[in-house]
C-alpha cells in the first residue's frame, strides 16, 4: 500500500521533511514546483508509515486503498507524475538555529488573521520568547478561509485547526474587531511593538475594460464569493439569478469554484456552511448553464488538475470544452498533460444532464451590451500573431453570449494601506523579501509585509507559508543586527489606547463563542455552521447574555 496526495492538497508542504524516505514531490525553490498546484507521494517508494497524513493540514493524504470514487484518479496521477519526473534525492537546506530573546525584547504585530498572517504569528512564536499580537478588522480570524473557500471544500478549511494552536498560544493576543486605520494608525502599533507585519490588504476584482463595464449585472467573482460566504462587507449584496445562463470572464480555480456553486441542487448546499442568505437564492435560481472564458488556450488555464478533474464528478452537470486544441507535445508538463487529458475525456463524454459547465477557450470579452443592465456580453475569437501573441478578431469572429450576469475572475487588485508606499501597478506594498521599502530604496523601519500585500494575488493557502517564513527570517536578522532594538509601550499601554479610541476589541474567548453558536446553529439543520453574517450579531454573539447562548 502506498498514500497518496489528493484534491484538497494546499501546498503547505509540512509534509516533505516529514517523510522519512524523501519520497514527497516537487520540493520547493525549483521551477517545478512553484508552477505545480500540488505535491505528489512516489508510490514505489512509500513505506505506508502515516508520516505525511499527521502533517497535513487539509486531510489531503489517503491511503491508495481507501480512496473515495471521487478521488481514485489521484492514484494514477501521483504515479504518472514521477514516470515524468523520476525520484532522486534532495538535501533539505538545515534550518537556521534561531535562539530565545528575552522576554519583552521582541513584540511584533501582525494585521490580518488569514493564512498569511497565521504563518507569519506560527513562525514568530517558534522563537522562544517573541510575543505576538495579532490583529484583525472582522470580529472573526482566518480571512479567505472563513470567506473564500468554497462551501464544499470543507477539508480544506480544516486548516484552521493548525492555526488554532497557533492563536491561542501563550505569546500570542488575539485582538478581533480592530481595523488599522480606524482604531489604530502605523504609528500607534510601532509605539507598541518592535516590528509591524503587514498581512492584509483590501482586494477587489479588476474590471474588464471594456465598454459596458458599468452595466449593473457586472460583478467581481470575489464579491459573489463573499456573498455567498456570508462575509459582512456583501451579505446585503444581491445577484440576478432569474436568467438560465451565466458567464464567468476567467479560468483560475475561482471560476470553477463560482460555477460549482451556481449550479449545485439546494440539497447539496444545504450539506455546507454556505450563508442562508445565498442557499435561499440559489435555491430559487434559474440558472442551468455556466460559460466560463478563457483569453488564451488549454495549456495556459490557470485552474488546477485537481479541480479540474472535480467537475466531472458532479451530479447531473455536464461538462462541455469548446476552442481546446487536445494535442498533446513532447514539451508539456505532468499538469499540463493532464489537463489536455481530461479534457479529451470531456470532449467524447454524452450530453446526458440538464445543467452544464461550458470551458471556451481563445476567447475575449470586447462589449457588455445593455441598456440600463447587463443585456448580453459580446466576444471575439483570439488567433495567434506571429509573435505568439494572441489578440481578438473582433471584425470577423465576434458574437453575442446572452447573459444576464456577469462575473470576472481576472484577478484581484490590493489597496493602500493606511498611508504606507504603495505600488498602484503592481497592487502590492514595494518590498524587497518582505522588508517594506520606501520611494528612495530604503527600509521602511521596523515594517514587514507577507502574503498577497507582498507578492500579489497569486498561490493557494500554503504559498504563505514560504512567504511567511521568508519575512520572518528577514525580520529576524534586523533583529539580531540591532535594528529593531527600542523600548515600547507595554500590552497595558496597548489596551488602555483601544479603550480611548472606542475600539471593542475582541479576543480569542470571544472568537470562540461565535465559532460555538454557528456550530450548534448549523448541527440543528445537519449543517458544518451557521454563519452570523452582520458584524453587530457578531459581536452581540460574543456577550453573555446573548439570546443565543
Not at 500500500?1 to 501546498?11: E, F, L
Not at 516537487?26 to 514505489?44: K, R
Not at 538535501?91 to 498572517?117: F, H, I, N
Amino acid at each position: 500500500m502506498a498514500y497518496v496526495i489528493t484534491q484538497n492538497c494546499c501546498r503547505d508542504a509540512s509534509c516533505i521533511p516529514a517523510c522519512p524516505v524523501d519520497c514527497i514531490r516537487p520540493v520547493g525553490g525549483t521551477a517545478e514546483y512553484l508552477n505545480s498546484h500540488m505535491l505528489y507521494i512516489d508510490p514505489a517508494s512509500c513505506i505506508d508509515c502515516g508520516a505525511c497524513v499527521e502533517e497535513c493540514p487539509v486531510d489531503a493524504i489517503h491511503l491508495d486503498t481507501d480512496l473515495p470514487p471521487a478521488q481514485e484518479r489521484f492514484k494514477e496521477i501521483n504515479a504518472a507524475y514521477f514516470e515524468q519526473h523520476p525520484l532522486t534525492p534532495i538535501t533539505l537546506p538545515p534550518e537556521g538555529k534561531r535562539l530565545s530573546v528575552k522576554p519583552g525584547s521582541l513584540r511584533v504585530a501582525v494585521v490580518g488573521s488569514g493564512p498569511a498572517g497565521c504563518y507569519a504569528a506560527k513562525e514568530l512564536v517558534a522563537i522562544d520568547g517573541v510575543e505576538v499580537d495579532l490583529f484583525e478588522r472582522l470580529p472573526t480570524p482566518y480571512g479567505l478561509i472563513r470567506a473564500g473557500v468554497a462551501p464544499d471544500h470543507q477539508s480544506t478549511k480544516s486548516v484552521v485547526e493548525m492555526f488554532e494552536e497557533v492563536l491561542t498560544h501563550n505569546r500570542v493576543a488575539c485582538h478581533f474587531n480592530i481595523e488599522v486605520g480606524r482604531d489604530l494608525s502605523h504609528r500607534d502599533l510601532l509605539a507598541h511593538h518592535h516590528a509591524v507585519i503587514y498581512a492584509a490588504g483590501t482586494y477587489t476584482g479588476r474590471e474588464l475594460g471594456i465598454a459596458g463595464d458599468h452595466l449593473a449585472g457586472n460583478y467581481a467573482a470575489a464579491d459573489f464569493v463573499a456573498w455567498y460566504n456570508g462575509h459582512p462587507d456583501h451579505a446585503g449584496d444581491t445577484f440576478d439569478l432569474s436568467g438560465h445562463r451565466a458567464v464567468i470572464v476567467g479560468n483560475g480555480n475561482v471560476a470553477l469554484d463560482v460555477a460549482r456553486v451556481l449550479l449545485m441542487s439546494r440539497n447539496e448546499l444545504a450539506e455546507t456552511d454556505i450563508a442562508q442568505h445565498a442557499l435561499d437564492a440559489l435555491s430559487d435560481s434559474k440558472i442551468d448553464e455556466v460559460v466560463i472564458l478563457g483569453r488564451r488556450g488549454l495549456r495556459d488555464a490557470a485552474f488546477s488538475v485537481a479541480e479540474f478533474l472535480a467537475l466531472g464528478y458532479l451530479e447531473g452537470i455536464d461538462v462541455v470544452v469548446e476552442g481546446a486544441d487536445f494535442d498533446g507535445s513532447a514539451d508539456d508538463d505532468h499538469e499540463t498533460g493532464l489537463k489536455l487529458q481530461l479534457a479529451q475525456e470531456y470532449a467524447q463524454r454524452p450530453r446526458a444532464s440538464d445543467k452544464r459547465i461550458i470551458l471556451r477557450f481563445m476567447t475575449s470579452p470586447v462589449e457588455i451590451v445593455g441598456t440600463d443592465r447587463v443585456e448580453a456580453l459580446r466576444v471575439a475569437s483570439n488567433h495567434l500573431d506571429a509573435n505568439g501573441a494572441q489578440s481578438p478578431e473582433v471584425a470577423s469572429n465576434s458574437n453575442l453570449i446572452d447573459t444576464s450576469l456577469i462575473l470576472r475572475s481576472i484577478g484581484y487588485k490590493g489597496s493602500p494601506i493606511g498611508g504606507l508606499p504603495y505600488d498602484s501597478i503592481k497592487g502590492v506594498m514595494p518590498n524587497i523579501d518582505g522588508r517594506v521599502i520606501t520611494p528612495t530604496g530604503d527600509s521602511l523601519h521596523g515594517t514587514y509585509v507577507t502574503g498577497w500585500i507582498k507578492r500579489g494575488p497569486q498561490g493557494v493557502i500554503g504559498t504563505n507559508r514560504a512567504c511567511a517564513e521568508q519575512t520572518v527570517a528577514r525580520l529576524w536578522e534586523d533583529f539580531n543586527s540591532g535594528v529593531l532594538s527600542r523600548d515600547i509601550d507595554g500590552r497595558d499601554a496597548l489596551e488602555l489606547l483601544l479603550a480611548y479610541n472606542d475600539a471593542d476589541p475582541i479576543g480569542w474567548a470571544g472568537w470562540h463563542m461565535i465559532d460555538t453558536l454557528e456550530r450548534e446553529r448549523g448541527a440543528q439543520e445537519s449543517r458544518p455552521r451557521a454563519k452570523f453574517v452582520a458584524v453587530a450579531d457578531m459581536i452581540a454573539a460574543t456577550m453573555p447574555w446573548s439570546e443565543d447562548n
